[in-house]
């Protein structure tokens, strides 16, 4: 028996979903690679965020290296916060959805090596989740096998769209089919927002942005009828899904009255609880909200560790629901031991 065995005695493992890996030897190889395509890239980031923003985040993060890049760094701070186990997922600014085809499907191979490695330094305590080049919808399955079949990992992460690519674009169907079939995870995180220069001061293209894509991509995904053809899809929303928890009545009053929102068979709101969201909402109050709209048994702790903008103590922010205590266990970890159970393995 291991010490953290001891720890947890009987009780199921705390379980992170929403931590985050920093590349930075795959980001300057892509930076060898096509030098103007990130800079155009970072003048987008400009405009996006503003100068202030991006200031502040280059403080942050430079400060947070350790825990974004090394293992060790990573358990400690996984121990202080009583987390057992941490879904492992990229930092959203290597997607590169810029990317042409040939240095996408690179970027996707090398990424998912990768965080495979990353995991498997501690793979008792970590599980990794790749990406896909969702921008070129043709290759998305090749690279979902890679990671899942490939590189052992435990599904993949996507942002709310790439390029021209919407999360209702047919051209993905065969991807939606292929994570159904193998029973992996797909963690919905946005990277940008299209509002762009709207939301470049006060930090709103996090705060406002962040929310509104993800309501945006769960919105394409539940009115183009991908969860009712695949229905047995493990989408888990960062953020708690945004806004769209909190909003899903006027989605259900547009479904209920305008022809072009009844590509769906059943009311929007009924797809909650077709979905899984984490618990990084800010708000005790929202995250009641959020069980109630969705169930208790959609709902996963995450953290965005080790981001300013994340969760300090989840499991103590958890906690502060004061929801039932059936219902915190499931949170804490129960839910997510339930997705896992039935994936494919390599």
Not at 225 to 238: F, M, N, Q, T
């Amino acid at each position: 028996m291991t010490e953290l065995d001891s720890v947890r005695g009987d009780r199921m493992p705390v379980v992170d979903v929403h931590a985050h890996l920093l590349l930075p030897q795959l980001h300057a190889e892509v930076e060898r690679r096509a030098p103007e395509l990130v800079a155009g890239a970072a003048d987008l980031e400009r405009r996006r965020n503003g100068v202030e923003s991006l200031k502040a985040s280059g403080a942050m993060i430079g400060a947070r290296i350790p825990k974004l890049t090394d293992v060790s760094a990573r358990l400690a701070a996984m121990d202080e916060q009583g987390v057992d186990t941490q879904w492992v997922s990229v930092s959203p600014n290597h997607f590169y959805p810029w990317a042409p085809e040939g240095l996408a499907v690179w970027v996707a191979m090398e990424t998912n090596r990768l965080i495979a490695e990353h995991v498997a330094q501690a793979s008792d305590r970590l599980v990794g989740l790749g990406v896909v080049p969702l921008q070129h919808p043709s290759r998305v399955v090749e690279y979902l096998d890679d990671a899942v079949l490939g590189r052992g990992l435990a599904g993949v992460e996507i942002s709310s769209f790439a390029g021209d690519v919407e999360l209702s674009d047919e051209r993905l169907e065969p991807f939606w089919a292929r994570a159904a079939e193998l029973g992996c995870v797909v963690f919905l995180h946005p990277f940008g927002c299209s509002l762009d220069e709207r939301l470049d001061r006060f930090y709103l293209s996090n705060t406002v942005g962040q929310p509104t894509e993800n309501a945006v991509a769960l919105s394409h995904l539940i009115f183009a009828g991908v969860l009712d053809r695949h229905p047995e899809l493990k989408i888990v929303a960062a953020h708690g899904g945004g806004y769209l928890p909190f909003a899903i009545g006027r989605s259900d009053r547009a479904w209920k009255v305008r022809p072009e929102a009844q590509r769906c068979a059943h009311a929007p709101s009924t797809y909650l609880r077709k979905l899984w969201f984490d618990t990084v909402v800010h708000d005790s109050l929202a995250l009641r909200h959020l069980v109630e709209a969705a169930g208790g048994s959609r709902v996963l702790l995450g953290s965005d560790f080790p981001f300013d903008m994340g969760l300090d103590d989840p499991v103590a922010f958890v906690r502060s629901a004061e929801l039932p205590t059936e219902i915190t266990a499931r949170i804490l970890g129960e839910n997510a031991e339930e997705v896992l159970r039935t994936r494919v393995r390599a």
